[in-house]
């Protein structure tokens, strides 16, 4: 009856199983050491694909055949691990499936051990992960995907970065001659229609100089690169500074300008001023540019005011042409306005706004607007600032900038000044002049080195470009401080790059400092005048303009290829300064095409295209139109690998021959003898 019992009890445990290896979707497989057999359930070969079960034999060799070559290892290690080390075994590896190709499997099992430690079976199973590899191998595409779209992302923004730095190079070079010579001129004895072309010449430069700053502070802001520096400010000055400038602004059309403060404390405030005074600018300008008749107010009020801290609202209320509901959603993106007609109207590059918005939110603050169309608008900003005490009061007034009074600052020094422009050394060695300085050129940083290995002593400063040829300035310095050992002799690098990262460069590579272009004559006198000491009474010859007559116009010559009056307005009738621009037009670009045309026979396609630029660019302030249309067309031909070059360039250098012969009358006349 027992024996029957326990038949009874062995034949229900196989049934249940049997039942629980079909319903499972794994398959079962259990191996015999001792006697080297395996059992291989139903839905384990039907895993593998295979029909004909009554063929399959019960040997460890089946499972190893139908592994993929480059998996047996692995499993067979696995396996070693367990039996001796009682390990896991749990494997992901692939088998041949019939009619199938390979498909990714799980290996999972246990053994059982004898008392000595001898492993005499195992059991276990394996389950079907294709899908899951799949899944996971698409999302590890998208995971490299998403890499690959993140680097052309860098690259494009670094790409970017460096095509705005190269803009501003490009912009700011001539610009530097533009409003340094407006600045030249006006502290020159001029007529009165001339002192009016000077004023608008600084005034189309400085607009010109504000549309590229918003577009640099932007790039800035973008790149992470902009940065708040928080110190004492006054509030009272800086709002005295808004509605000193503003102010002008607003009685020239009319318009009423109310600053009030009435619940500020009158203390210093700790914060970055200049951003804040760069918000209230902005928001000021806009409020009295767009508004005709009434009045414009900037109030601030003083918010949660406690021991340390408080909050400042700033509000600039004006009574103009006012903002559609539609429209303020979008007023803070780059490049929006109200709508096209607005540029059309009033002009701007639509930045403004944003720019306020990147600080105002870099200083930890808002801001928003509210307005009504042909009601006026109100915009407002709030910041957090911290309240500072009476050292800080005192610090601030030691440090507050003393503004040096204009007048030979620099006499009896000498400089070395390096650029490749030759119109802008001429600019610069007369606004050294102007400040009882005089100077030695130098068209790139390799001959500013020959230079300096003869007379080093013979300079009391550098004035150093960056962007040159044949040796850049950032060369030119590491040589003159690390081989010719001059490390006491102040270098000033002259530059249009304004990146936080390109004047780093400048320093790193042994600059005091950097003066950036355009210049501006009061900074630079008053840069210099902190590394040069003055030798007061040495004789200084100063370079004046040639007095010109209220007509003027006769005073010029007369050059077939040259818009004689634009370049009167251009030069601000000075006819001295012309005649020399011919001489240096006719040293630096007479035989430019020739060696554009050399440059292109030897393969040389991107330095043709430069000579080109820069023949454009030499035309372009000598007023030479066709020239530099011509030189333009020629660069971008180059560029493109447009076919007929050649004999664009043929046509091209005989328009400077001709130039450079009328000119040479001209400068040949005047030059000393």
């Known amino acids: ?26 398959g079962i497989w259990d191996w015999d050491i001792l006697h080297g057999t395996v059992y291989y359930s139903p839905r384990f070969l039907e895993l593998l694909g295979e029909e004909d079960c009554g063929r399959i034999p019960a040997t460890p060799e089946f499972f190893v055949e139908h592994l ?48 000595e430690g001898r492993a005499v079976r195992m059991a276990g199973s394996i389950s079907d992960m294709t899908q899951r590899k799949r899944a ?193 959603p979008r007023l803070f993106a780059p490049f929006a306005q109200a709508d096209a007609g ?14 306020c918005k990147r600080l105002v939110e870099l200083m930890g603050g808002e801001i928003g607007v509210e307005s009504r169309l042909g009601h006026g608008s109100t915009f407002w900003f709030e910041l957090p600032l ?32 390096v ?20 100077a030695t050129l130098a068209a790139d940083g390799q001959q500013a080195v020959q230079l300096l290995q003869t007379r080093a002593d013979g300079f009391d400063a550098v004035l150093m470009d960056i962007q040159m040829p044949v040796m850049d300035g950032l060369n030119a310095m590491r040589v003159i401080r690390a081989e010719l050992g001059l490390e006491s002799l102040p270098i000033i690098a002259f530059t249009a790059g304004v990146r936080d990262d390109q004047q780093a460069a400048a320093r790193a590579a042994g600059a005091n400092d950097v003066l950036a272009k355009p210049m501006d004559l009061e900074q630079m006198a008053t840069l210099l005048a902190r590394w040069v000491k003055p030798r007061v009474g040495a004789a200084v010859v100063p370079v004046r303009p040639d007095a010109a007559t209220e007509d003027g116009a006769a005073s010029f010559p007369e050059i077939p290829g040259i818009d004689r009056t634009r370049a009167e307005q251009r030069l601000g009738k000075d006819r001295s300064m012309f005649i020399s621009l011919l001489q240096m037009f006719a040293e630096d670009n007479g035989n430019a095409v020739e060696l554009a045309r050399r440059e292109l026979d030897a393969g040389d396609h991107a330095s043709a295209a430069r000579r080109m630029h820069t023949l454009a660019s030499n035309a372009g302030f000598l007023c030479a139109l066709e020239i530099m249309a011509a030189a333009r067309a020629a660069e ?14 043929v046509v091209l250098g005989q328009q400077v021959a001709d130039l450079v012969a009328a000119s040479a009358p001209w400068y040949r006349a005047e030059s000393p003898s």
Not at 89 to 110: P, T
Not at 636 to 649: K, N, Q
């Open 136 to 328: 996971e191998q698409k999302l590890q595409n998208l995971v490299e995907q998403l890499k690959e779209a993140h680097q052309r992302a860098e690259l494009a923004a670094r790409a970017k970065s460096e095509f705005l730095a190269h803009m501003s190079h490009e912009i700011r070079t001539p610009m530097n001659a533009v409003l340094g010579l407006a600045q030249v001129l006006e502290r020159e004895p001029l007529a009165r229609s001339q002192r009016d072309m000077v004023e608008r010449i600084r005034g189309a430069g400085q607009s010109l100089l504000s549309i590229l700053n918003d577009v640099l502070d932007l790039s800035k802001i973008e790149a992470g690169q902009l940065r708040i520096e928080p110190r004492p400010f006054d509030l009272a000055v800086l709002l005295a500074n808004v509605d000193s400038l503003m102010g002008q602004a607003a009685r020239a059309k009319g318009l009423l300008l109310q600053v009030d403060a009435p619940s500020v404390p009158p203390e210093p405030l700790l914060g970055d001023g200049l951003r804040v005074e760069q918000v209230l600018f902005n928001l000021t300008g806009n409020a009295i540019k767009f508004t005709a008749t009434g009045a414009v107010a900037v109030l601030v009020e003083a918010r949660d005011i406690g021991a340390k801290s408080l909050r400042l609202r700033f509000e600039v209320r004006d009574s103009g042409i006012g903002i559609a509901p539609e429209t303020l």
């Open 1 to 26: 009856t027992e024996r029957k019992q326990m038949e009874r009890e062995l034949r229900a445990g196989r049934q249940r199983f049997e039942l629980a290896v079909r319903g499972t979707s794994d």
């Open 68 to 115: 993929h070559p480059d998996d047996r290892e692995a499993v067979r290690e696995a396996l070693r691990r367990h039996l001796r080390d009682r390990a896991p075994f749990d494997v992901e590896c692939r088998l041949h499936v019939e009619k199938g190709g390979h498909r990714w499997f799980r290996a999972r099992g246990l053994a059982v051990w004898t008392g």
């Open 419 to 438: 650029d490749d422009s030759a119109m802008n050394r001429d600019l610069v060695e007369r606004a050294l002049r102007l400040e009882g300085a005089t």
């Open 636 to 649: 971008e031909a180059i560029d493109r690998g447009t076919p007929g070059v050649d004999a664009a360039l």
């Open 342 to 355: 607005t540029a059309r109207r009033f002009g701007g590059t639509g930045l403004g706004l944003s720019i």
């Open 386 to 417: 911290q309240r500072v005490g009476a050292d800080a009061v005192r610090k601030l007034v030691h440090e507050r900038p003393v503004r040096v009074a204009a007048g030979p600052r620099l006499e009896g020094a000498h400089l070395l000044v």
